[in-house]
């Protein structure tokens, strides 16, 4: 894997691809190949494109790519489809609406399942990101499921979030109950070129004007965990999410979206929000992967009969959950 | 980790027809089988076969050909995924292929041709057969 990990540094694309494969597979060894890579990690400008299933999520990154390939940057794209809970199989499509981009060596494309992740990513998304960060590209795009509710992953990864509605999707209520104003750092009504999108705008900057300053900080403070610290430390002004219009299969509206995302990434950066968003980035990283790593240990520590005494005793009430928790960590 | 991992294939609709009903069907076997399918949806030509395979480094391409040019479309997405190093990636067709140009499609690196009538069970124990021959070289 150490030949992988050169070629993939050197832009040798079969490498990359089989490299993402180890990655997503975590496969034995793969650490390594990852810690060989993160020294040249931490250039690329990631965007995640989240937003209900069918609002052009796949047809708004094919045009934006497009754009940043006119202005001479390479772009990846990894797209998350979920997997079937039933056959722990995929079906992913997204590459159907992205075929202006084939044949351009200067863009990488893949798909992702999603294989029992929730938050909208996949498990491996973010170091297969790393990857591909470390491969040279300049933007990487992200496009979450889609289910519409608990796309957190992707505020934890991505630097600029776009979130994607479109006329006639039942938008309006149903985007506060989702939470997905609070993810957005750019709203854009696709499919403009349907009736009802003037209101799909209008209903959203209604809401985004709702918010109060106050009402607005705490939401830029959820959000973030992330910039609101830095935000308010540097008096910088607040970012309010543009609205942006656009049919994406006629590349209308692209310029504007484009410029939209230019803008909060320098609001990032003017507001020296950046390296606090990548801090808590990389903060909310190590708590999972210690999580994670203590789990591991703890029920390797611990032999699998005790558990199950253990979930025995609860049940037959001689025992409560905490002090069973107590119990088992005094034996680990 | 050491749970199986799923097979990837990608399904591929290389020429100019326009229906890619069969297509579809098989691509909804293959997830119902456990398997991770890419699909890229109609008119491929053979570089985006191609370039799509290596990308998403599957184990398996299958083109759905109906239009008649597979003599012509087959073994040159062969011989491009072969330029891409992809040689461990076995190719399959499906659709609409005469009897008498079978033989000649397999002796271009085809490793299955699958007819209309053909059951997606066939499909799928082809593609677990293929993939488990091969993984012992390719870990
Ligand atoms: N009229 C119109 N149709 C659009 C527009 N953008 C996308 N579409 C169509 O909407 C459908 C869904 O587009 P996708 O880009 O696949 O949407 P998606 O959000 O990626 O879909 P999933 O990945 O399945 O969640 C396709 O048939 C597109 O051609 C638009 O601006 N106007
Ligand atoms: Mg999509």
Same mark, same amino acid.
């Given at each position: 894997?150490? #030949?992988?990990?050169?070629?993939?540094?050197?832009?040798?694309?079969?490498?990359?691809?089989?490299?993402?494969?180890?990655?997503?597979?975590?496969?034995?060894? /793969?650490?390594?190949?990852?810690?060989?890579?993160?020294?040249?990690?931490?250039?690329?400008?990631?965007?995640?494109? !989240?937003?209900?299933?069918?609002?052009?999520?796949? =047809?708004? /990154?094919?045009? $934006?790519?497009?754009?940043?390939?006119?202005?001479?940057?390479?772009?990846?794209?990894?797209?998350? #489809?979920?997997?079937?809970?039933?056959?722990?199989?995929?079906?992913?499509?997204?590459?159907?609406?992205?075929?202006?981009?084939?044949?351009?060596?200067?863009?990488?494309?893949?798909?992702?399942?999603?294989?029992?992740?929730?938050?909208?990513?996949?498990?491996?998304?973010? #170091?297969?990101?790393?990857?591909? @960060?470390?491969?040279?590209?300049?933007?990487?795009?992200?496009?979450?499921?889609?289910?519409?509710? =608990?796309?957190?992953?992707?505020?934890?990864?991505?630097?600029?979030?776009?979130?994607?509605?479109?006329?006639?999707?039942? #938008?309006?209520?149903?985007?506060?109950?989702?939470?997905?104003?609070?993810?957005?750092?750019?709203?854009?009504?696709?499919?403009?070129?349907?009736?009802?999108?003037? &209101? !799909?705008?209008?209903?959203?900057?209604?809401?985004?004007?709702?918010?109060?300053?106050?009402?607005?900080?705490?939401?830029?403070?959820?959000?973030?965990?992330?910039?609101?610290?830095?935000?308010?430390?540097?008096?910088?002004?607040?970012?309010?999410?543009?609205?942006?219009?656009?049919?994406?299969?006629?590349?209308?509206?692209? @310029?504007?979206? +484009?410029?939209?995302?230019?803008?909060?990434?320098?609001?990032?950066?003017?507001?020296?929000?950046?390296?606090?968003?990548?801090?808590?980035?990389?903060?909310?990283?190590?708590?999972?992967?210690?999580?994670?790593?203590?789990?591991?240990?703890?029920?390797?520590?611990?032999?699998?009969?005790?558990?199950?005494?253990?979930?025995?005793?609860?049940?037959?009430?001689?025992?409560?959950?905490?002090?069973?928790?107590?119990?088992?960590?005094?034996?680990? | 980790?050491?749970?199986?991992?799923?097979?990837? +294939?990608?399904?591929?609709?290389?020429?100019?027809?326009?229906?890619?009903?069969?297509?579809?069907?098989?691509?909804?076997?293959?997830?119902?089988?456990?398997?991770?399918?890419?699909?890229?949806?109609?008119?491929?030509?053979?570089?985006? /076969?191609?370039?799509?395979?290596?990308?998403? @480094?599957?184990?398996?391409?299958?083109?759905?050909?109906? =239009?008649?040019?597979?003599?012509?479309?087959?073994?040159?997405?062969?011989?491009?995924?072969? @330029? &891409?190093? $992809?040689?461990?990636?076995?190719?399959?067709?499906?659709?609409?292929?005469?009897?008498?140009?079978?033989?000649? $499609?397999?002796?271009?690196?085809?490793?299955?041709?699958?007819?209309?009538?053909? =059951?997606?069970?066939?499909?799928?124990?082809?593609?677990?057969?293929? /993939?488990?021959?091969?993984?012992?070289?390719?870990?």
């Amino acid at each position: 894997m150490v #030949d992988l990990v050169q070629a993939t540094l050197h832009g040798d694309r079969r490498a990359l691809a089989r490299l993402l494969t180890y990655v997503e597979n975590e496969r034995e060894g /793969v650490e390594q190949s990852l810690a060989a890579l993160f020294p040249h990690t931490g250039h690329a400008w990631v965007i995640g494109v !989240t937003g209900a299933p069918g609002t052009g999520k796949s =047809s708004l /990154v094919n045009a $934006l790519a497009k754009a940043f390939r006119r202005r001479g940057q390479t772009v990846a794209i990894v797209a998350v #489809d979920p997997t079937s809970p039933f056959s722990g199989g995929a079906i992913m499509g997204d590459r159907i609406r992205m075929r202006d981009l084939a044949g351009d060596k200067g863009v990488f494309i893949r798909s992702m399942a999603t294989r029992g992740s929730l938050g909208g990513l996949a498990r491996a998304t973010r #170091d297969v990101i790393r990857v591909l @960060d470390a491969a040279g590209f300049d933007v990487i795009f992200v496009e979450t499921v889609g289910a519409g509710q =608990s796309e957190v992953d992707i505020v934890r990864t991505a630097q600029t979030t776009i979130v994607v509605e479109a006329p006639g999707f039942g #938008d309006d209520v149903q985007a506060i109950k989702a939470g997905i104003l609070e993810i957005a750092d750019v709203l854009v009504v696709n499919k403009a070129d349907r009736p009802g999108a003037e &209101n !799909t705008v209008r209903a959203l900057k209604a809401m985004l004007e709702m918010g109060h300053p106050a009402a607005r900080e705490q939401l830029t403070r959820h959000h973030g965990q992330l910039v609101s610290v830095e935000l308010s430390s540097n008096g910088g002004e607040l970012w309010i999410p543009p609205v942006v219009k656009t049919v994406a299969p006629e590349d209308q509206g692209i @310029d504007d979206l +484009v410029a939209a995302l230019e803008s909060h990434r320098h609001h990032l950066i003017e507001a020296r929000a950046l390296t606090g968003l990548e801090r808590q980035h990389i903060e909310i990283e190590l708590y999972d992967r210690l999580e994670a790593a203590l789990m591991a240990r703890l029920l390797k520590a611990i032999p699998g009969d005790v558990l199950s005494d253990v979930i025995r005793r609860i049940q037959a009430r001689e025992l409560d959950p905490q002090s069973a928790v107590n119990t088992i960590l005094e034996q680990a | 980790m050491t749970t199986e991992q799923p097979i990837r +294939v990608l399904i591929a609709k290389p020429g100019l027809d326009g229906h890619d009903r069969g297509a579809k069907v098989i691509a909804r076997a293959l997830r119902d089988a456990g398997m991770e399918v890419i699909y890229t949806g109609l008119r491929q030509t053979p570089e985006m /076969v191609a370039e799509a395979a290596l990308q998403e @480094d599957v184990d398996v391409v299958g083109l759905s050909i109906l =239009s008649g040019a597979h003599l012509a479309l087959v073994p040159r997405v062969r011989e491009l995924m072969d @330029d &891409n190093g $992809l040689q461990d990636v076995a190719l399959l067709v499906g659709g609409i292929i005469p009897d008498e140009d079978v033989p000649a $499609l397999k002796a271009q690196g085809v490793s299955g041709v699958f007819g209309p009538g053909t =059951s997606t069970e066939d499909i799928i124990n082809h593609i677990r057969q293929v /993939v488990a021959s091969r993984s012992g070289n390719n870990g």
